[in-house]
């Protein structure tokens, strides 16, 4: 072997664990952005379900809030309801032509069996 191949042979070398070694270097480069994008979206799906999490419990307590206006609206209608009725009693021509009884006398019923 002549010096000439075999510096030919060396530089060949040489060139291959140089390819190698960007090939290996862009490799790790590969899997580092991988990770990182790995570690982005995991960051994104987290901040993603504490949103979620957060507007189901404030949905919560809405619907809560709604039952209780909804219970208070037909206290409130029912109140409603009797007052009307009673001005209702007092204003018809009926009721007004009605005598009031001072002392009112009641029966009492002696036989027990009806």
């Not at 060139?15 to 490799?27: D, I, K, R, S």
């Not at 309801?81 to 019923?109: C, G, H, V, W, Y």
Request: zero cysteines.
């Amino acid at each position: 072997m002549s010096i000439l191949s075999l510096s030919k042979r060396l530089q060949q070398e040489q060139q291959n664990e140089v390819f190698l070694n960007l090939l290996a270097n862009g490799f790790i480069t590969v899997i580092k952005a991988l990770l990182f994008l790995i570690f982005l979206f995991g960051l994104s799906y987290l901040i993603y379900l504490n949103q979620s999490a957060m507007k189901g419990d404030s949905l919560k307590k809405l619907k809560l809030e709604q039952s209780k206006l909804i219970t208070e609206n037909k206290k409130l209608n029912i109140l409603v309801t009797q007052i009307s009725a009673l001005e209702n009693i007092s204003q018809d021509k009926i009721a007004q032509e009605m005598i009031k009884i001072e002392r009112p006398i009641f029966i009492q019923n002696k036989n027990k069996h009806l």
